[in-house]
C-alpha cells in the first residue's frame, strides 16, 4: 500500500471510463477539468499506481505528475494525472482513495534526429514495450521520441525516474560513436548506481551477433530506484541486446526497491 489521498468535492461528480482527472491541492485555475481538490499534500503516487475506495479494486490509475502555472505571483501547484478504470461516482464531501502498486511501469525512448522531426517511423520504442510487457506484464507503457540532443534527454530521464516514478526506462539509439550519438553521455551524466554486469552482457550479445557492435557504448544503471538502460537504435540490435539482460530487470528493481531476500538460486 503507497498511502491514501483525502479528496474533498464541493458537488456530486461522475467520472466516465478513460476520463482523465486531475488531482491536486486546493483550487487549481487556469483551465483544469475536472479537478479533485486533495486535503494536505499529495503523497509519493509513482505511475500505474492504483486509487480506490477499497484495495484491489482500481477506480484510477495514475498517468503522470506536473507542475501547474497558476500564473501571476501564486506558486505552481503540484498535480496528479489520473484516468478512470470504471464509471465512478462521487457524492459531494470527503472521500478517501487508497493508493498501491499497479505493477511495473515502462518509459522508452527513442532518439532520433529524423523521427522527432516526423520522417521516420519508429520499430524500436514499441518493440521495447512489447518485449518488456511480455517478461514482466506492466501496469503502464509510455514511449517518447526525441532528437539526438543531450539536454533534452538529461531532462527526460531525470522527470520519467524522479517526478513520473516509472520502473524501467530504456532508450533506443544514438550509443555508437557518430557525431550526434550522445547518448551514453546523457545517461552517464544523471546514472547515481551503474550496472557493469548489464552493460557486459549487451556488449557480448552484440558482439555475437556481429563484430561491429564492439563500438557500442550502451550503459545501464538506476536513477533513484528507477533502471535506465540503453539499447542500439535498430529492431534487430534492440531484439538481441534486450533479451541479454530482460530475465534480471525484476530481480533488479526488487532489489533496488528493497527487497531483503537472498540473490542466490536460479
Keep these: 500500500m503507497n498511502g491514501s489521498v483525502l479528496l474533498a468535492l464541493t458537488q456530486e461528480t461522475t467520472v466516465l471510463p478513460g476520463q482523465r482527472v486531475f488531482i491536486a491541492p486546493g483550487a487549481p485555475s487556469g483551465g483544469l477539468k475536472p479537478v479533485f481538490s486533495s486535503v494536505g499534500a499529495l503523497p509519493r503516487l509513482r505511475v500505474g499506481t492504483h486509487l480506490g475506495r477499497m484495495a484491489g479494486t482500481p477506480l484510477f490509475q495514475v498517468a503522470g505528475r506536473m507542475r501547474w502555472p497558476q500564473g501571476g505571483a501564486a506558486p505552481a501547484l503540484d498535480v496528479v494525472l489520473a484516468d478512470a478504470l470504471d464509471e465512478v461516482y462521487f457524492p459531494m464531501g470527503a472521500t478517501t482513495l487508497l493508493a498501491w502498486s499497479g505493477g511495473f511501469s515502462l518509459a522508452w525512448v527513442t532518439l532520433s534526429d529524423k523521427g522527432a522531426a516526423g520522417l521516420r517511423d519508429d520499430a524500436s520504442g514499441p518493440l521495447i514495450g512489447d518485449m518488456v510487457a511480455a517478461e514482466l506484464g506492466l501496469s503502464s507503457i509510455q514511449g517518447h521520441i526525441l532528437p539526438d540532443d543531450p539536454r533534452q534527454l538529461k531532462a527526460l530521464i531525470m522527470d520519467l525516474a524522479l517526478a513520473q516514478g516509472f520502473d524501467i526506462v530504456v532508450t533506443t539509439g544514438g550509443t555508437g560513436v557518430a557525431p550526434r550519438d550522445i ?78 531476500g537472498d540473490c542466490g538460486g536460479a
Design 183 to 260: 547518448t551514453p553521455e546523457a545517461t552517464g551524466a544523471v546514472l547515481e548506481t551503474r550496472l557493469p554486469g548489464f552493460e557486459t552482457a549487451m556488449a557480448m550479445a552484440g558482439i555475437q551477433s556481429t563484430p561491429r557492435a564492439v563500438i557500442s557504448r550502451a550503459m545501464a544503471g538506476f536513477v533513484g530506484n528507477t533502471l535506465v538502460v540503453n539499447l542500439p537504435g535498430s529492431p534487430k540490435g534492440v531484439r538481441e541486446t534486450l533479451a541479454a539482460v530482460l530475465p534480471a530487470f525484476e530481480h533488479a528493481l526488487e532489489k533496488r526497491q528493497g527487497d531483503p
